[in-house]
């Protein structure tokens, strides 16, 4: 199994500012995603976080708004860019490893946005 | 599109009593089917991961069974006790997602003492 570490695990931010998560993984995984939590509802899938080229976006996601970064296998970040407090959600960081294509997530970045 | 539906959304039970959780699921071509559990505020903890192959997965005092063709997963907990309250999703992994779950809104269970 992985284990997945975020930080921050949470933090409170002030409207039209940008936080970065970030995400470490303790073994090597096929692919890495970013999932948000908004209150009381499921997972929706932000991206695909890919090793060394751009990430792959849902429909309703996009690149300016949520950049990611990926330069290995065992790290990744997330920028939530420009905040408003419908950006108020948990953030999940998770990978899936080998054939079984298990997913494993991390702790979850909770934040508020004011 | 695949489309996972947890029913019920909300559950409640003494203690001791076993816990039956479901989920379906529309598109039967699926790779593997996994079950999470998420406490308040937290990241979601693997319970069990059953391959399309299998017919079910055991860990404890949880059993999880899968049924591809009618689009069927159950979750049991056997004797439950209030720290098994939580949020329970279920999560598919169809073959052509490209590694992408796709999760069911969960249930809430709560166990009383």
């Known amino acids: 199994s992985a284990v997945i570490s975020q930080k921050p695990s949470r933090d409170i931010c002030q409207r039209g500012t940008s936080l970065t998560i970030q995400c470490q993984v303790d073994s090597q995984v096929t692919m890495m995603f970013w999932y948000r939590q908004q209150p009381g509802q499921s997972l929706t899938l932000i991206a695909t976080?890919?090793?060394?080229?751009?990430?792959?976006?849902e429909s309703g996601f996009v690149i300016d708004k949520f950049p990611i970064s990926r330069p290995n296998l065992t790290f990744s970040t997330l920028t939530v860019s420009n905040m408003s407090p419908e950006d108020s959600s948990i953030y999940l960081c998770?990978?899936?490893?080998?054939?079984?294509?298990?997913?494993?997530f991390g702790e979850g970045s909770r934040l508020t946005v004011l | 599109k695949q489309e996972v539906t947890q029913i019920p959304a909300a559950l409640s039970v003494p203690e001791g009593e076993n816990l039956v959780l479901n989920c379906s699921f529309t598109d039967s071509a699926i790779y593997n089917l996994q079950w999470f559990r998420q406490d308040p505020g937290k990241g979601l903890t693997s319970l069990l991961l059953i391959q399309s192959s299998q017919r079910e997965q055991t860990s404890g005092r949880l059993n999880a069974s899968l049924d591809k063709s009618s689009g069927r997963s159950t979750l049991y907990i056997a004797a439950s006790q209030p720290g098994d309250s939580a949020t329970y999703l279920c999560a598919v992994l169809t073959t052509d997602s490209w590694g992408k779950f796709q999760f069911g809104a969960g249930t809430q269970v709560v166990v009383t003492p």
């Open positions: 976080a890919n090793q060394g080229s751009e990430a792959t976006y």
């Open positions: 998770s990978g899936s490893t080998g054939e079984t294509g298990e997913l494993f």
